[in-house]
T-cell receptor
Framework: SAVISQKPSRDICQRGTSLTIQCQVD?????MFWYRQQPGQSLTLIAT?????????ESGFVIDKFPISRPNLTFSTLTVSNMSPEDSSIYLC???????????FGPGTRLTVL | AQSVTQPDIHITVSEGASLELRCNYS??????LFWYVQSPGQGLQLLLK??????LVQGIKGFEAEFKRSQSSFNLRKPSVHWSDAAEYFC????????????FGTGTRLKVLA
């Protein structure tokens, strides 16, 4: 299975600012995904990030708010822009390896917006 | 609409007792099915998966799950629970048509009594 790291692991930010979360994988992967897990809630898919193409966003999420980069097959970033307290969540990166249909998850980034 | 339902938000069992966590899905085609576990402050770990074939699948940590097409269910079981099993458990469906992605259930929080 892939080993995934995320930076930062947690952060406390002021409203109106932006935070970029990094996701690094130890092997090349085809698809990377970004999820949001609000306090006490399940995971909601924000977008799918494929290398060399624009990210595909789910209903309710827009690029202006959550810009994503995928410069190569092992790395992606998610930016949470113009943050408000409602953005306080855990943000998780996951990957799907070339070989299969299962996803492996990073440890998450716990974001608190004051 | 595609959906995953975990009817039990919280479950409490005594250590050594058996466990069954319920998962029902709504999906037009045969889905890929997964169970993940999330320990406090951790990312998601894959317990087991079902793609096709034998409907009883074995996973890690002594867990198993059974796919029942007629009931659109994929319940997770463990014959004897250990205190370390206390965590949040998520059932997920991997869509097999259109853009491949996961749909997560709302999760079941398991508490284990000593």
């Amino acid at each position: 299975s892939a080993v995934i790291s995320q930076k930062p692991s947690r952060d406390i930010c002021q409203r109106g600012t932006s935070l970029t979360i990094q996701c690094q994988v130890d092997s090349q992967v085809t698809m990377m995904f970004w999820y949001r897990q609000q306090p006490g809630q399940s995971l909601t898919l924000i977008a799918t990030a494929n290398q060399g193409s624009e990210a595909t966003y789910e209903s309710g999420f827009v690029i202006d708010k959550f810009p994503i980069s995928r410069p190569n097959l092992t790395f992606s970033t998610l930016t949470v822009s113009n943050m408000s307290p409602e953005d306080s969540s855990i943000y998780l990166c996951s990957v799907e390896q070339v070989s299969g249909n299962e996803q492996f998850f990073g440890p998450g980034t716990r974001l608190t917006v004051l | 609409a595609q959906s995953v339902t975990q009817p039990d938000i919280h479950i409490t069992v005594s250590e050594g007792a058996s466990l069954e966590l319920r998962c029902n899905y709504s999906y037009g085609a045969t889905p890929y099915l997964f169970w993940y576990v999330q320990s406090p402050g951790q990312g998601l770990q894959l317990l087991l998966k079902y793609f096709s074939g034998d409907t009883l699948v074995q996973g890690i940590k002594g867990f198993e799950a059974e796919f029942k097409r007629s009931q659109s269910s994929f319940n997770l079981r463990k014959p004897s629970v250990h205190w370390s099993d206390a965590a949040e458990y998520f059932c997920a469906v991997g869509t097999t048509s259109g853009t491949y992605k996961y749909i997560f259930g709302t999760g079941t929080r398991l508490k284990v009594l000593a």
